[in-house]
């Protein structure tokens, strides 16, 4: 009758003990989030489940308010066309985020290599920004690219250099940004000036500009001959 009773309220300890192992184990190699179902008649136990269930809540919370922050930073960055990439200069490996690959029409899944970016960018514009690239100082730049489409986008650059206390290259990090539409608003307003201002010197009467207190601030060439 000892034997069996002790088999019996030894089971009735280690049971849970096994079973909350086992859900602890798989936390730590899985990420596992299935809460531990908290066994009565063992103090101990039953304080150590509920304590395992409270950090599994917390981090559940956490995951899903870091995937939150996430998600709103892919859909402001898709909202004004910028995005964020990092060159790990020890790994040579190259990352962008969602937006970046968009905006170069490319694959998620394509392997990024510092090639493949120097391939997208138009070849008129190439040794510039590899010189700017090359220098390992911060820099802004806008520069070409053709996509895979045919298609030529303007891009703004802005980058920053992570270095040692040697002062050797660790990271890069910047943002890409399409600039494709502000480069064509300014082209429009830039013809549209100059047309302005071959009329205004061509015109055949006399044409004078001045402030509101009367000072003269241009003329064209027939109001010179006047």
């Given at each position: 009758?000892?034997?069996?009773?002790?088999?019996?309220?030894?089971?009735?300890?280690?049971?849970?003990?096994?079973?909350?192992?086992?859900?602890?184990?798989?936390?730590?190699?899985?990420?596992?989030?299935?809460?531990?179902?908290?066994?009565?008649?063992?103090?101990?136990?039953?304080?150590?489940?509920?304590?395992?269930?409270?950090?599994?809540?917390?981090?559940?919370?956490?995951?899903?308010?870091?995937?939150?922050?996430?998600?709103?930073?892919?859909?402001?960055?898709?909202?004004?066309?910028?995005?964020?990439?990092?060159?790990?200069?020890?790994?040579?490996?190259?990352?962008?985020?969602?937006?970046?690959?968009?905006?170069?029409?490319?694959?998620?899944?394509?392997?990024?290599?510092?090639?493949?970016?120097?391939?997208?960018?138009?070849?008129?514009?190439?040794?510039?920004?590899l010189e700017q690239i090359y220098s390992n100082k911060p820099h802004r730049t806008d520069y070409r690219i053709v996509r895979r489409d045919g298609v030529v986008r303007y891009i703004h650059e802005e980058v920053v250099m992570i270095k040692d206390k040697d002062g050797n290259l660790i990271k890069?990090?910047?943002?890409?940004?399409?600039?494709?539409?502000?480069?064509?608003?300014?082209?429009?307003?830039?013809?549209?000036?100059?047309?302005?201002?071959?009329?205004?010197?061509?015109?055949?009467?006399?044409?004078?500009?001045?402030?509101?207190?009367?000072?003269?601030?241009?003329?064209?060439?027939?109001?010179?001959?006047?």
């Open positions: 009758f000892i034997l069996l009773a002790a088999i019996f309220f030894g089971s009735r300890i280690t049971r849970p003990i096994v079973h909350l192992t086992k859900a602890i184990r798989s936390f730590g190699e899985k990420g596992s989030e299935e809460e531990i179902s908290v066994p009565e008649g063992n103090h101990e136990v039953t304080e150590l489940a509920t304590a395992f269930n409270k950090m599994f809540a917390q981090r559940k919370a956490a995951i899903e308010s870091l995937q939150m922050s996430e998600a709103r930073l892919a859909e402001s960055q898709h909202i004004a066309h910028i995005g964020s990439c990092e060159y790990n200069a020890a790994e040579k490996k190259l990352w962008w985020s969602e937006e970046v690959f968009r905006i170069f029409l490319l694959d998620r899944n394509a392997e990024l290599t510092f090639d493949l970016f120097i391939g997208f960018v138009y070849p008129e514009d190439r040794e510039a920004l890069v990090r910047g943002t890409s940004q399409d600039i494709t539409e502000r480069k064509r608003i300014e082209k429009s307003l830039m013809e549209s000036e100059e047309r302005y201002r071959l009329l205004f010197e061509k015109a055949p009467l006399g044409i004078l500009h001045f402030t509101k207190d009367g000072v003269v601030t241009d003329c064209n060439e027939k109001f010179a001959e006047i």
